[in-house]
């Protein structure tokens, strides 16, 4: 388990953590520019803007409190104080999970349809393309936490109440 978190750190969550603020800067100047279409612009910043604070939380939660105290636990340490909340947070996650595959859904199919003139078409696509990316990789990154990691966490908390 712990080196399944080591990897999905350095995998995964370093791919959002560059990929998020580039695609968020890409964005800022396509908005920016002339011929695209506005509407559609200021709708995916705004979904964007959410989608990413709520992954930068989520990664923290689970690299600073979710995977260390699995660590602790699997290793046969004793963790004191009760997890009920940890547990109730575990399942908020794979709620998250979901929302951002949605909310990425969402913003590919506004991308598509953002350029409004051909020498926006260029950078719109770069955007979409971008997108794309970003949402497969977060579907191999899930299937990993919600089928592996995540049962084996709650089996963990579980047995510590
Ligand atoms: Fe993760
Ligand atoms: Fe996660």
């Given at each position: ?123 719109c696509r770069d955007l979409l393309s971008g ?25 963990l908390l579980q047995g510590l109440v």
């Amino acid at each position: 388990m712990g080196q399944m978190a080591e990897h999905i750190i350095y995998r995964h969550h370093g791919f959002l953590r560059r990929e998020l603020p580039r695609l968020f800067q890409l964005l800022e100047h396509i908005r920016q520019s002339q011929g695209v279409d506005l509407e559609k612009a200021a709708e995916i910043e705004k979904i964007f803007q959410a989608v990413k604070q709520k992954i930068e939380k989520h990664l923290c939660d689970e690299e600073e409190l979710l995977f260390p105290i699995c660590r602790r636990l699997e290793a046969g340490e004793k963790v004191e104080s009760p997890h009920m909340d940890m547990i109730a947070r575990l399942q908020e996650m794979e709620v998250e999970h979901g929302n951002a595959d949605r909310a990425l859904t969402r913003m590919r199919e506004l991308a598509g349809g953002l350029a409004a003139s051909p020498e926006m078409a260029h950078p719109c696509r770069d955007l979409l393309s971008g997108l794309e990316a970003l949402q497969a990789d977060l579907k191999v990154h899930v299937e990993k936490e919600n089928t592996f990691l995540h049962p084996l966490a709650l089996e963990l908390l579980q047995g510590l109440v």
